[in-house]
């Protein structure tokens, strides 16, 4: 059965530290790797990996991919308070494209 | 930018009642999915549709339907409402052949 985990469950971090964010799959017939902000609202796509050691930037956050331990990190740098939100990681699935999302990340960053 | 909206933010119904949660998507979008989002579970996929009048069983599809008439507009429903189906619902929709999902801001759903 196809499956993804993250880690941790949840975090509490202070402004200015810098985060990292896990998520481990077991799919088959891995596509691609999709990382999700969800504040009060949406989740809002950040990322798609498809590449293993390619890394993904976009300002304080980047995130990268290991296809061969079958995992993906999503790192935040100089965190702030507007980073708090549940990251959701999701991997497609190649032969449904379906997305198989991990139950998330709860990041609370305190001033 | 892409704009998925659905019909309501908070919705309280009753055991029994026809609940219909509306998704529109302003993107021209193929695909589109109704998700439920529980504490400890995560996103689970409900229905979703290739194309207009097409449909197809998501994982959890027991206790709901799902139209979808217009390419924009996926509707899902709620033939009768039980308590076990109170949660978050988020519609996505995308573009065909592609990966990434755009997600509605979700209903919060109560049965009581």
Not at chain 1, 13 to 31: A, I, K, M, P, W
Not at chain 1, 83 to 98: E, F, H, M, R
Not at chain 2, 24 to 45: A, K, S, T
């Amino acid at each position: 059965e196809d499956k993804v985990v993250q880690s941790p469950l949840s975090l509490v971090v202070h402004e200015g530290d810098t985060v990292t964010l896990n998520c481990s799959y077991e799919v088959t017939n891995f596509r691609s790797l999709l990382w999700y902000k969800q504040e009060k609202k949406a989740p809002t796509f950040l990322f798609m990996l498809t590449s293993s050691g390619i890394e993904k930037k976009s300002g304080r956050l980047s995130s990268i991919l290991d296809k061969k331990e079958l995992f993906s990190i999503l790192n935040i740098t100089a965190t702030q308070t507007g980073d708090s939100a549940v990251y959701l990681c999701a991997v497609v699935n190649g032969a449904t494209n379906k997305l198989i999302f991990g139950t998330g990340t709860l990041l609370a960053v305190q001033p | 930018d892409v704009k998925v909206t659905q019909s309501s933010r908070y919705l309280v119904k009753r055991t029994g009642e026809k609940v219909f949660l509306e998704c529109v998507q302003d993107m021209d979008h193929e695909n589109m999915f109704w998700y439920r989002q529980d504490p400890g579970l995560g996103l689970r996929l409900i229905y979703f549709s290739y194309d207009v009048k097409m449909k197809e069983k998501g994982d959890i599809p027991e206790g709901y339907s799902v139209s979808r008439e217009k390419k924009e507009r996926f509707s899902l429903i709620l033939e009768s409402a039980s308590t076990n189906q109170t949660s978050m619902y988020l519609c996505a929709s995308r573009v065909g052949g592609a990966y990434e999902q755009y997600f509605g801001p979700g209903t919060r759903l109560t049965v009581t």
